[in-house]
Each structure stands twice: as C-alpha cells, then as structure tokens.
Nanobody
Framework: QVQLVESGGGLVQAGGSLTLSCAAS????????IGWFRQAPGKEREFVAA????????RYDDSVKGRFTISRDNAKSTVTLQMNSLKPEDTAVYYC?????????????????WGQGTQVTVSS
C-alpha cells in the first residue's frame, strides 16, 4: 500500500501564491507518476498537473500552465505544487494521487492511490 498526505493549503488573495506538498510513504516503489487533481464544489474532479518518476515528463492542464509548477524529490518521497498568480477559480480541494502504471496520465481513474485532500481558497 501507498499512503499520501497533502499539506500547504489555505486562504490566499487573488494574485497570491501557495505551495502544496504531497508526502508518500509505504510501498513507494509501486509509484510511477504522481499527479495533482482538484475538485470545486458542485463540479467534477479535474486534472491539474502530473510528473513522472524521473521528473523528466511533466503535464499541466491548460488552465494552470505558466502559473503552477510541479516538482519531485524522490529522496524525500515528496511532490510539490507551486501555485502562483492564483485566481478565485482555483478554489477547490486539491488531491495528490499516485499512479503505478506507465506514462504520465491525466484521468483520475488511472490513479491507484489518493490523499485526503487539502483546501485551497482564493478570495477576490
């Protein structure tokens, strides 16, 4: 099993920044890509960003390109999502997820392990 714990959420004004962290533990050898997803009230969960095990392949949703940066430290088993120029529409619960399959995928059904989520609220 793999356990994922997110941290770093909070309340920030529009234009501000937040850094989310995802700490993995357990059978981390099972993990290839790690991704971030988010779910706003009344909406479906959506892909934000993902990074391969080596860090050599990264994917972003168009809505966050140029504003969010994902990075990975395998020695510490952590993945970080740096979020800049935040907008009210970025408000959501952000989830970290781990994928044991190949490639860097954007569908939540492809991810095997999930964290409990952390709330990000951006005020206008």
């Amino acid at each position: 099993q793999v356990q994922l714990v997110e941290s770093g959420g909070g309340l920030v004004q529009a234009g501000g920044s937040l850094t989310l962290s995802c700490a993995a533990s357990g059978s981390t050898f099972r993990i290839n890509a790690i991704g971030w997803f988010r779910q706003a009230p009344g909406k479906e969960r959506e892909f934000v960003a993902a990074i391969s095990r080596s860090g050599g392949t990264i994917r972003y949703d168009d809505s966050v390109k140029g504003r969010f940066t994902i990075s990975r430290d395998n020695a510490k088993s952590t993945v970080t999502l740096q979020m800049n120029s935040l907008k009210p529409e970025d408000t959501a619960v952000y989830y970290c997820a781990a994928d044991g399959g190949l490639g860097v995928r954007a569908r939540d059904i492809d991810y095997d392990y999930w964290g409990q989520g952390t709330q990000v609220t951006v005020s206008s």
